[in-house]
């Protein structure tokens, strides 16, 4: 028996077709997978980890070492100089969020040059929400750039908009939930140099979510002074189960330590019981998982462009991150293969999603996740906001087998099923 069987023949031709066209594609990314493999192995060698690292502290979480070593294989692998991996960075936003206000104070300018920033941080920057708490109302100044309308940073009014009030100018690697292309290291590399023409020593800030091990080389790599991002995305491989972490240059880690914790404590405490064997095996397998779920996009652009559909990026585009982008043109298309998705998932493969409001978002927004983490986006999922062009955001992916069963039966079931 085959898993094609179920599959429409026609459906099946255009698989085989795809398959022998991504093949060196997904060649260049298991090599991809090999160097940076070899550089979280080497980083565990180098920082001495042993098995009482993997035990985890309680209570104050005093002297933790492995938290520590933890901490410096993150900034060895990601470029930075050193690092905060904890649990109680409840998310990619909340990382994000003490990296940016931590680096703040009242008088002081934010400035994103990549357009508005991703849904959660609008409420998080005071752009959205009710305000309560907004950096508005400690005399911050939150504002952002617009992209030009080819997507890309507009770089003559960025030289204008930083002022000597900027303190921090942020930049978003992945798309999140705009239509433009996410920016490749190359490009931000072009960003930093921009920016420092015009201010040296202004800091700057990259929302790395979904970026991690998708390219060989990271923002810090290039310029970069801190970053932050999730670890129920990429970095924590699919083993993690909570937690983000922000990394970069020493002395700005230390100075949003104290957002993180309060003054006084910064990073020094904060127990890691029961969480250190997960967040230690993910990091050491996230170049594979990350790798697999990107070999899973280009089979979804791919696969889906052979069926007429407007897909972003194209299978043989560069990669920077994890989305790839489906465009349904209508509600009704988009969430059968959203729900498509989620019967193909090995939790929760019953459930029905529907569209919902959610906390943090604009508009209502559909979810296919069966997945053993809760929200998790290294895993198989989908997800987007029902609003035209109805485009459907899919990432993630264990297995590049998951990846591929799933995308074949949503899209037997959405257009080959009557
Ligand atoms: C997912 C994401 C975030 C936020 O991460 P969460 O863990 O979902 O809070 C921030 N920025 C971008 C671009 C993202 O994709």
Known sequence: MSWQDAIDPKLQAIVAQVDAKIAPRLA???DQILDNQAKVLRAFQDNHVSEADLVGSTGYGNSDEGRDHLEAIYAEVLGGEDALVRPQLVSGTHAIGVGLLGLVRPGDEILYITGEPYDTLQEVLGLAGNGIGSPKEYGIKVNYVPLLANGEVDFAAV??????KTKVVAIQRSCGYATRASFTIAKIAEMVKVVRSVKPDVWIFADNAYGEFSER???LDVGVDLMAGSLIKNAGGGFAKTGGYIVGRKDLVERVSYRFTVPGLGGAEGATYGMMLDMFQGFFVAPQTTGNAI???????????ALGLPVAPKWDDPRTDL??????????DMVKFAKAIQQSSPVDSYVEPIPEQMAGYEDKVVMAAGSFIEGSTIEFSGDGPIRPPYTLYLQGGLTYAHVKLGITQ???TTFFTK
């Open 295 to 305: 070999k899973g996009a280009i089979f979804e652009a791919a696969l889906l462009e």
């Open 217 to 219: 080389q990271e923002p």
């Open 159 to 164: 030289k204008q908009r930083i002022t000597d």
């Open 28 to 30: 260049e990314i298991d």
């Open 410 to 412: 949503a899209a037997q």
């Open 323 to 332: 989305i790839q982008t489906v465009n349904f043109g209508n509600q009704e």
